[in-house]
Structure formats: C-alpha cells, structure tokens
C-alpha cells in the first residue's frame, strides 16, 4: 500500500510539471506572470525574445518573435495601463495553440499556449476599449523551455486615443519596478551601462543590428553614421543617425561598393526630415522621382548637430528591375552622410561612408564589420612615397645639384642626373601602382572630389614626363630650351598637383585620418620651400665666387655654355660642402615625413590603432 501511495504521488508530480506548462497559464499568474516551475528559475540576461506592435484601426496587431530566430513552448500576455497597472482591453483573433486567460472575469485580457510545441512569430489582435484614453505596454512572459523563461519582456509603448492607435517606436527603458508587474526587461536595453545617452544604441547586437563609422563606434556610442535593423514581423524597422550632417542614407548592395544598389535617405530640407529613395548606378546616385511605396515614413528629427530618422520596407520589393528579398538575401549595408545637397539629390558624403565587410541577413542579429579598405591604405601610401618622398629629392637635386659631386661619376653620368633618374623612375612607377590599385578598387573612373581630380592630372603629367624626356634634343641646340622649360613645367605641375591631392585626400571619409594630418603636410610644405630658399640663396653666393655660375634654373644648359671649356668646370662650384649638408638634412627629414605618413595611412585609423597598442602593451 505504502509503494501505490508513492507510486501516485510520482506521477502526481510528474503530471503537474507537464499541465504546468502544456495547459498554459491560470488566470492568477496575470499578476505577475511567473510560472510555478518546479526547478525552473528565472533568466536575469536580455530576453531572445519580444513583442512587436503593430497600430491598426482600433487594434494592435502582436507578434511574439525572437530576433534569433529561437522558438518557445509557452508564453503569457497581458495589456496594462502604464499610469495605474490596470488590465486594458481584449485579445482578439489568436492563432492555433493559444487561447485566452480572464485575468478579469468575463474580459479576455489576457492570452496563453494550450500545448508545449515549439512556437514562432505567433500574431494576436488586441482590441481597445471604445472609449480609452491613455498609454498601455504588453507585458509578456517566455519559457524557452520548462525550465528556463524570461518573465516580464516589455513591447514599446502604444498610445491610445478612443480606437486611435500609435505606436512608440523607441520605447523609454523602465528606471524603476512596477509594484503591479514583475521586473520589466525591455528588447532594446543593454545588459551594461550606457556610455552615452543616446537610444540609438540601446538593444545594438542584442535585438536588432546596428552598423556604424569609424571603427568600434557602435560599441562605443559615438558613430559619425549609424544605421540600426530591427525585424518586426513582416517588416523591418530602418533608423539612421548622423552627427554634423545634412543628409543620412543607407543602402542595400550585394558588395561592398557602390553600384547597382538600393538606397533610402532622410534629408534634413530646413523645416523638417524627408524621406527619399534613390538607385546608385556605379558611382552615380539618382532620386527617383516618385515616392516609393515599399518604404513608410516612421519619424525625423534633428536635434543639435544630430540628424535622426526612421521609416519601415517591405520584406521584398522589385527597385530598377531587381528583387530585394530582405527575408531570403543577404545584403551588405552602406552607409553615408553628408553636409551638402545637388538639385534633386544628395552631394557627395564627406562627412561619413561606411560598407559592411560581409553580406548578411538582416534578421540575423549580430555586429557587422567593415568592409576592408586595404587597396585604398596601398594607393595611399605609394603616392606619398612618390610625391612626398622620391619626387621632391629628385626634383631637388636636379635644380641645385648639377655642380656638386662632379669628380665622380656613376653608371657612367655625373651623380646627380642619375640619382634624379632613379627618382623620377622611381616616382613613375609609384604612381602608375597607385593609380592601378584604386582603379581596381574603384572599379571605375572618378572625378566625383578634388582629390580624384587632382590625382588624375598628376597621374598623366607624371605619365608623359619620361617620354618627353627620352626625346630631349641634344644639348646647344634650338629646340633644346624649349625643351628645358617643358620638362621643368610638367615636373612640377605633376609635384604640386600631387601634393595638394594628398591635402584633399585628408578629410575624405576612406581615407579615416585625423584632421590634424592636414597641419603634417602643411609642415612638409613650409620645410620644401625654405629648403628651396635657402639654396637659392646659396647658389646666388655661389655665383659671386666664381667666374662660373651653378645651373640653379634648368631652362639653361650647362653644355650649351663656353664655361664648360673652364679649367674650373669639372670642380665643385663653391660652397659646394654647404650644399651637400643641407642636402644630407633634407634627406633624412623628407624621409622622416615620408616614413610616418605612410605609419598613418596604413595604420588608418591611427589614433583608435594606437589606443589598441598601447592597451596591449601595458597588459605585459
């Protein structure tokens, strides 16, 4: 007798642990919607899982889904008045495997699994009350399982105003608990402290995919451009955000680049935020000029410097031809701001531009890394080494040098016309590498900034200079000046064109260096040209020791002249040793230059690597 009586009790117990989760839950859990699980505990990470609403007439229509595509075996659901904790309308039109929990007798305002299936992206109605007036919050509980549930998951907040629907979007984070409702866990707060205020980046790599510039600025909270996705049900929900910008857009590519891609923008026009949709064809962007219907407008404002907007798309939309399948395709997400508008469209994104590194499902929530820039590090680094670097010492020796070292000679010429050559050559084959490697990278030609512009013109002048200069006539004759002053020219055209390049290529968004690159340059400049005075200067003092001048103006051959018949002018022209220091300084701090722009180029963004360093190093 004593064995039966244990024997039921077992399975007693057995059968309550299965009723309490397959029959779902009684009317008296709508309090504070805890299970009585035996061994089972509530979870105290961010919840998997959340209610979306969305407005209808006079209803909300409900999705209780997980970001992660996790399914559950029970839930409960209750409506509450966020002001007095009051039960608040009636579930409507439930799928299978629910039903409907009286939390108040004779009202259906509350909602519960029948079965321990596992469920997903169950859709509900909820019914408001004819004549309320006031703000409700669904409050939810999940059980992944019988043991393991997140009690208490909160929706964004609806407002309701006699059957008027409206949905908050970005839901304000609970400070404190309720006394009527367990603890509130919401979708969109983070597990850490926020660094900075903005709900922008509340629920980032959590429940929904944020992707931003520069590096790590999402984790940080401080992204020049930022779009975040968050999937709700049939649609997805789209917010960007850009710091000193007049525009912000996001775009859906299949690479990484520019071309044949999808794009929404929200431009601030002066007196509000509008939404557009355009189409990059290559590297053109066009606005269509009707509105689109696969996206709504959510919400716009610009606070501050910080323009903020928000709008929906359609899971799957035909844009110029081709399908966008949101739910089935991956995408690379592309993300740009600028300061300036075009007639009809936006200007070129100076303030920020940014592509994810990998094309991914934007219902799989998770971070997104950005797309590698390594041929861009690349072509700028050879053009510095050209045009900072080879360039200016070639150029150099070639003005001042002519009398200097002419005891000796190599490869059979005097040492400055072919230490000039290996320079020159030298920056040639720099800059046709350059060039190469971001026309692959580019996949197309631009003239879109001054930076491209002035980078061209430097590519062809540097180009044709050694053709001209294979065909330099001979030395005494006519046409030999003529020559002089066209090499002279084109050399440094091709010198200060390349320079001032670099100086644009500093504030461009790929490049990611910090402003004060720019005062870098600008010190490399001021050190050229003093350099170049001073051995003017010197060359003038020169000239009035000797019976002969030193070549310090190309334009005038030294072998065209009788001074070559000179016992002197196989000599060293006077002051011979000041030059050749002047020129031993110049070296190494050109080199010096040279050396630590390219360190920030291609360690771009240098000071974020720098950071990185340092912290790594302190840890041994």
Known sequence: MANFIRLMLVVGLFYGRSQSLSSGAPPKA?????????????????????VLPAAGQGRVRLILGSPQGLAYQGFIMVARDVDTGEFVGEFVSLPDGARVVECTEGLKNGVTHINKDRKQNLEFDWEAPEDYVGTII??????????????????????????????????????????????????FAEDRAPVADDPFYNGCGTTKNCFGTPDNCVRDKNCKAAVSVLVRGERYFFEMTARKSIYVAVGLSADSKMGEDSVVECVNNGTAVGLFTSWNAG???????????????????????????????????????????????PFHLLVAAG??????????????????????????????????NLLIRVHGALMLAAWVGAASIGILLARYYRQTWVNSQLCGKDQWFTWHRFFMILTWSLTIAAFVIIFVELEAWSTATLHASFGLATT??????PFMAALRPHPGTPRRTIFNWGHWFVGNAAHICGIVAIFFAVPTTKARLPDWVTWVMVAYVVFHILT???????????????????NSFPMKDMH??????????????????????IFGLYFVIVACFCAALIVIVVLAPIEETWASLTTTISKY
């Not at 008027?164 to 409702?181: E, G, M, N, Y």
């Not at 170049?532 to 020791?545: E, K, M, P, Y």
Request: proline share 6%; with cysteine; hydrophobic share 35%.
């Open 138 to 187: 669904f409050n939810s509980t999940f059980a992944q399982d019988y043991s393991t549930y997140w009690v208490g998951v909160e929706s964004p907040r609806v407002s309701v105003l006699r059957r008027s629907i409206d949905v908050k979007t970005v839901p304000t984070v609970a400070t404190s608990l309720r006394t009527t409702t367990p603890p509130i866990y919401t979708p």
């Open 460 to 465: 062809i002048l540097c180009f044709v200079q």
């Open 30 to 50: 709508c309090e504070n919607l805890t299970p009585i699980h035996q061994y089972g505990s509530v979870q105290n990470s961010p919840p998997p899982y959340q």
């Open 339 to 372: 300061s300036s508008l075009r007639r009809n469209g936006v200007d070129y994104h100076n303030v920020a531009y940014a592509a994810s590194g990998e094309a991914k499902l934007l219902s799989d929530v998770g971070g997104f890394l950005v797309a590698s």
């Open 283 to 329: 590297k053109t962007n066009t606005r269509h000029s009707t509105p689109s219907g696969f996206v709504q407008f959510d919400s716009g404002i610009v606070t501050d410097d910080t323009i903020t907007c928000r709008f929906w798309r359609e899971k799957s939309t035909i844009v110029e031809g081709r399908q966008f399948d949101l739910v089935n395709t």
């Open 532 to 550: 170049h005075l001073i051995l003017t200067f010197v060359g003038c003092a020169s000239d009035r020791q000797a019976s002969h001048r030193i």
């Open 560 to 581: 065209a002249r009788s001074a070559m018949t000179h016992p002197d002018a196989r000599r060293d022209a006077p002051q011979a040793g000041l030059r050749k220091t």
